[in-house]
Every structure is written in C-alpha cells, then in structure tokens.
C-alpha cells in the first residue's frame, strides 16, 4: 500500500493530517513498518531479579515474554508456541524453568530453546528438527542501566546510536538522584487501556508544555509534594532555563538547564525526613556529575512510544498501539532501589496520585486524548489538519546543549517527531531514521 | 450479641451504606467526606494473574508497598473531591452520571466499637454522551461507631479486572 505519507505529514509548514490519528491503513502500516524496526522498552531487570524469572511484556501490539534464563542471561521472545499459536505465557510473573504450551503441550527452556514435543518418536522423527523451531527471539536487545530494549529489526543499530544525545536527558530518569549511574528498581506497573491514537500520549510527553491550561484544577488545589495550595509537584527548577529539545532519531524532551551556580530547592517539605534525602542526593549529584548535572529532567519521549517523568513522578510509560484509535498504557514506576523505605513511602504516594487513570492530574491528559480521538474520525473533520506551528524556526543547533534546542514553548519536537515517523513508514533505511542526513547536528555530534 | 441485635445491627449498616450511595450518586461529595474517618484507608489492588496456587500471595498489590489504584488517606481523597469541585477538572466536567449498587452485604466481624462488612459493588458510569464502564468487585469495609451514625475507617476495593478497562477511576468507589 502507498499512502500519500508526504501530502499528509508536511512538518516543514506545521501541518499533519488527522488521518494518521484515525485510519486503520496508517494503524497498519504503523506496526508493519514502524513497530517491527525501532528500539522499543519491554521492561527492567530489577523486574528479573532471579534465573527463571520472567514478565510478559509487549511490543507494539504483540506478547513478549521478558525472561532471564537459567544461566541469567536476559531473553525476550515472542508469547506464541511455535507450533500454533497458543500463548505459552499468561501468566504477568513469576519464576520457571519451563514455558509449556496449553494446547498440545511443546515445552520451552528459558533460553527459548523446544525441548518437548509429546510422542516426538511416533510422530516427527526425522522431520522435526527441534534447534529450528525455538521461540522466536529478537535478533536485537540491550540493557541500558536496568531497563530493557529489543527491536525486531537485525539491522537495527545499536541502541545508544538509536538515541543519540537523548541519552544524557534518559539518564536524569535512570541514575540515582544522588547522581549514581543506574541503580533504579520499578515497584510497579499500571495497565489500562483508554480510546484514543497512541500517538496522542507520545506526543503529550514530547514537551507539549503547552498543555498546562488543562491541569488547572489539580494546580489549583495543590497535590504536591508539599502539600502548597498552586501546584501539582515542587517546583525544582526556579532557576533554570526551560528547554525543548529534539534530537535527529525523533526523541524529544522538555528538560531544564540550571544556571552554572544553582542551589537546592526545598521540595517534599511536608515531609522532613524526605526533603533532607533529596538535599543529600542533590549536593552528591552536582559533585559526582559536574556540570553535567545542571540538566534536570522534566517529560520525554523515546520513539516512538516510550514516554518518561523524570523526577515527580518518574517512571516510564509505554503506549502500546491497541487497534487504531485504542491505545494500551503501561506505566512503570520508578524509585532508587537503595532509597530508604520512608522515601519510597512518600514517592509511591505521590505517584498513585499524580499519574495513571486514578491520578488527578493524568486523568485530565486521558480526557483531552480520547476526545481529540473521536472528533477526528469524522469525514470533514479528517479534510482539517492539525496544527504544529508553534515557534517555528525558533531554536538553536547544540547551544546550549546537544540537539535542537528551544527556549520557549515549541512544536520543533513533534515536528521532528512526525518527520521521523514519516520516513519509517516509507520505509526508509537507517541512515534516514537516524537523521543522517540533519548534517549539522551530526558533525557537531561527531 | 443475640439473633435480633444482629438483624438490627445488619439493617442498620445496610442503611448506612445505601445513604453512603445516595451522596455519591446525588453528587454530594462534601457530605461523603464527613462519612471518612479521619484515619481512612482507602485501598484498591492492582491484580494479577498468576500461578495456581499463588493467589494468596501474589494476586493483589498490598496495602502499604508498591502501586495499586488506590493506596490512599483522606487527605487524598478530599484533594479528589476539592478537584472535582473546581469545575475545571475536565475528566469530570461535565460531571460524569454514577449509579453505586451495593449487595451480598454480611457482617464479617462485630466489635464493641467497629464492624467489619464484606459486600459486592456494582458501579455504573455513564459519561458525557457514548461513554459507558461498569466496575464490580468485592469490597470489605471497617465501620467505626460515630454517635448515631457510623464512620468509615477502611475500605479495600477488589475490582475484578487485570489491565484497567476504563480510561480513568475519576469517580469514587
């Protein structure tokens, strides 16, 4: 299928059509062509603790089976018995040293590997050959500081080349607070499903900071951390410059750049014991990271759909493409895993509050999505593009830090998101995808 | 305590739940705060499917550790209903139309000053124009004696559903 993708996606003038919102075949060539290539989250290890552990996880729309095997080698296979079809895993957790089909009962090792087939002598010997038909396992995976990331395609590159110089804002939600690399541990994961283009989430995370206006009641009333009437979370960064930026692979992020002297900021002020752990962590950082720790992280978005919160809350968010206007979130939750109990305590509190569909300020992002979704099925609704026009042209190339940055409220990130989309859907190769061809920002780069 | 305190006992939280649901139904979420204790705990499990034999211990999120929907005080909830009554929160405005249907109702344990009451929930939210969900579980809740009427001192929610089917828990349980 052909699919007018430039007439539709235009990110140079800010105009991108509804239909990639709305249209089944968009949906279809989405998880042929998009899902099928780039570097997607399945999970984190402190998840996997234990040789036989495993979690089913998804990619895109398919089951996958995260599992560290009996030597602890880490694994993700497709959730489907090679013979036909049935889930070899429905379980979400747990620990095995056997996947063993419900239907007609071929057994798996945890290395993926076919180890039983019933009445193998009477039946296959001489045909089957078991080495032929293991799970099928990504050709490509990679743990970076805990989390876990495949992609389906062999030819994908590495992942720290898939991210480019998104890693250092990946970091801020990955390291200790205290500024130790890694260390994190998730301590939960919200599933739900919510009707609405999976895209919609993916770009809300990108840096729309625009939509503050529709967390008003939740400012309004005050959820945060210290508990003040105005605000949702603490406001760590009173003086840091704001930046969005974007990266040539699609990433895009709303971060903070702190001046080059800065100070703590109380924050969690309800809570002593809390606010003086984050001071700790906070002067540990800035001694262990230097000036690379005057970035701070506010939302993200990986490509294409693994969203962050870097601090309050933090987590990563998977949006899972569940038919073409239906999305499944997976949000998971993240703490310091040598954090005191009383941290996590205060954290886990905040986070069930803030995030998810029983968090009072998401709640408000599920409502504008779905509707946004539904109002633009319509056959006159689809003939009217959206609008990405915000801050045209207004950023700067690796100034003050890698990327397309800008300093005010912008579209540059889902512009760049869209362009990159668009070129995985006409199937382009990796020198496109990773934005090659952006020529300034990668010499700078290199 | 004799057959007929027991009956009556039972008519009279069957009452009080029902009022309980009538304030919520009727909107009025002020009045429903005064029902919590100030000590509430307010808790609904995230569940999970897993082995025969591990229900016990792994099916539900706890109380206390980790992430559930709901692992909340009072506090919480009245920031729920502050938020509400803004009128800018837009997962509930328009507000969204709430039936909570209340049976199997047993007293699970009877005490001087407390009783605990097992239950099944049935809620209907209908909201805006096309959408619909339905919630149904069991719930357990801790009633405290409060002069003539009753406190709810703990109340845990388990909704019998794995990934969420519904786009948000913007009402209350």
């Known amino acids: ?446 | 305590m004799s057959t007929i305190e027991r009956l009556l006992l039972k008519q009279e939280i069957e009452d009080f739940l029902y009022l309980e649901a009538d304030l919520l139904d009727g909107r009025k979420f002020r009045d429903w705060l005064d029902l919590l204790a100030e000590d509430l705990v307010y808790f609904m499990p995230i569940r999970r499917n897993v082995k025969f034999g591990q229900h016990d211990e792994k099916e539900n999120t706890r109380q206390g550790e980790g992430i559930s929907w709901f692992d909340e005080d009072k506090w919480t909830l009245t920031k729920r209903v502050e938020q509400v009554l803004t009128g800018v929160h837009y997962a509930e405005e328009p507000l969204s139309r709430v039936t909570h249907m209340v049976s199997n109702i047993r007293l699970l344990d009877v005490t001087p000053t407390e009783v605990t009451v097992g239950c099944r929930f049935l809620v209907y939210q209908n909201r805006v124009e096309y959408e619909n969900y339905t919630f149904i579980g069991r719930r357990t809740d801790v009633l405290r004696r409060n002069g003539e009427s009753w406190l709810i001192a703990k109340r845990e929610l388990i909704l019998e559903q794995n990934v969420l089917l519904a786009k948000n828990l913007s009402i209350f349980f």
């Open chain 1, 1 to 446: 299928m052909t699919l007018p993708i430039d007439q539709l996606i235009d990110p140079q003038r800010g105009i991108i059509s509804r239909e990639i919102f709305v249209s089944p075949e968009f949906h279809k060539e989405e998880l042929e062509k998009l899902f099928t290539r780039a570097w997607l989250f399945v999970g984190h290890v402190s998840q996997i603790p234990k040789p036989g552990d495993f979690y089913t996880s998804r990619m895109g729309e398919e089951s996958v089976i995260l599992c560290r095997d009996s030597r602890g080698e880490v694994h993700v296979f497709l959730n489907s018995c090679r013979h036909r079809g049935m889930k070899v895993c429905r379980y979400e957790q747990g620990n095995t040293s056997l996947f063993v089909c419900p239907y007609h009962s071929w057994s798996y090792t945890t290395d993926g590997k076919l180890q039983g087939v019933p009445l193998y002598r009477s039946l296959y010997e001489g045909v089957l050959n078991r080495e032929e038909w293991s799970l099928v396992e990504v050709p490509r995976l990679h743990i970076y500081k805990g989390t876990v990331w495949a992609s389906w395609d062999p030819e994908a590159p590495d992942f720290l080349t898939y991210l480019g110089g998104a890693v250092d804002h990946l970091d801020q939600v990955l390291d200790c607070r205290d500024g130790r690399p890694g260390g994190s541990e998730v301590i939960g994961v919200h599933k739900w499903v919510l009707p609405t283009n999976w895209k919609f989430a993916a770009e809300n995370f990108l840096g729309d900071t625009y939509h503050n206006p529709s967390h008003r009641s939740v400012d309004m009333i005050g959820i945060g951390p210290s508990g003040e009437k105005g605000a949702r979370r603490d406001n760590e960064y009173a003086k840091g410059q704001h930046v969005w930026v974007s990266f040539p692979q699609g990433h895009g992020m709303h971060s903070v750049w702190m001046p080059e002297e800065f100070g703590y900021q109380t924050t969690y002020a309800q809570y002593p014991e809390v606010d003086e752990y984050f001071r700790h962590c906070f002067e540990e950082r800035k001694r262990r990271q230097g000036v690379k720790a005057r970035l701070m992280p506010f939302t993200g978005n990986l490509f294409p759909n693994t969203s962050y919160h870097g601090r309050q809350p933090r987590g990563l968010c998977v949006w899972h493409p569940h038919g073409p206007t239906e999305t499944e979130a997976w949000r998971f939750f993240l703490v310091d895993a040598d954090a005191p109990a009383a941290v996590k305590d205060v954290l886990r509190r905040f986070y069930m509050r803030y995030s998810g569909p029983a968090g009072m300020t998401e709640q408000d992002d599920m409502e504008n999505w779905l509707y946004a979704t539904q109002s633009s099925m319509g056959t006159i609704a689809r003939r009217y593009p959206f609008n990405y026009q915000a801050s045209m042209g207004a950023y700067k190339t690796n100034d003050p830090i890698p990327g397309d940055v800008s300093m005010q409220i912008t579209d540059q990130t889902p512009r760049n998101y869209y362009r990159v989309y668009a070129r995985y859907l006409k199937g382009d190769g990796w020198d496109s995808l990773l934005g090659r061809d952006v020529a300034p920002m990668q010499a700078a780069a290199e």
